[in-house]
């Protein structure tokens, strides 16, 4: 998976619960491994991924984020959602989510993500990552 997301969907990077388990957040368990990455970078593995491409539900036009080429995959490697564009709403207005770090960016960068996502799980999901941080390296 990772040689396919170099070399079509560059730059990218893996936010979520899928996230927080690769950082070592004892979580239960990731329904799917989420990937952020540009239009362009979606649209090619949309065309890369096409036999796995399963009917995305829509996304409702006022939630606290949306991305302009939305994808969810069944692949070899598990369930897999790619958001090409994402846009979260911040003081108002939907603006594009800059995320620092590559591919597996930092505890406080998940941190930050999570926080501007806002949702109830997105927030509890904060809490167990201020823990983890909080505790420092095992």
Do not use: N
């Amino acid at each position: 998976m990772r040689s396919d997301l170099d070399a079509k969907a560059a730059p990218w990077s893996v936010i979520g619960s899928g996230a927080l388990i690769l950082l070592g957040v004892s979580l239960a368990r990731a329904s799917d491994l989420d990937i952020v990455t540009s239009v362009e970078g979606a649209g090619r593995l949309r065309s890369a991924w096409a036999g796995w491409l399963c009917a995305a539900d829509a996304k409702a036009p006022d939630g606290p984020f949306r991305s302009d080429d939305f994808a969810r995959y069944e692949t070899p490697w598990g369930p897999v959602e790619v958001m090409g564009g994402l846009r979260v709403v911040q003081d108002g207005a939907l603006k594009p989510l800059v995320i620092e770090g590559g591919p597996l960016p930092s505890a406080a960068e998940q941190l930050r993500i999570l926080r501007l996502f806002g949702r109830p799980k997105d927030l509890a999901k904060a809490a167990q990552l201020e823990t983890f941080i909080a505790r420092g390296p095992a």
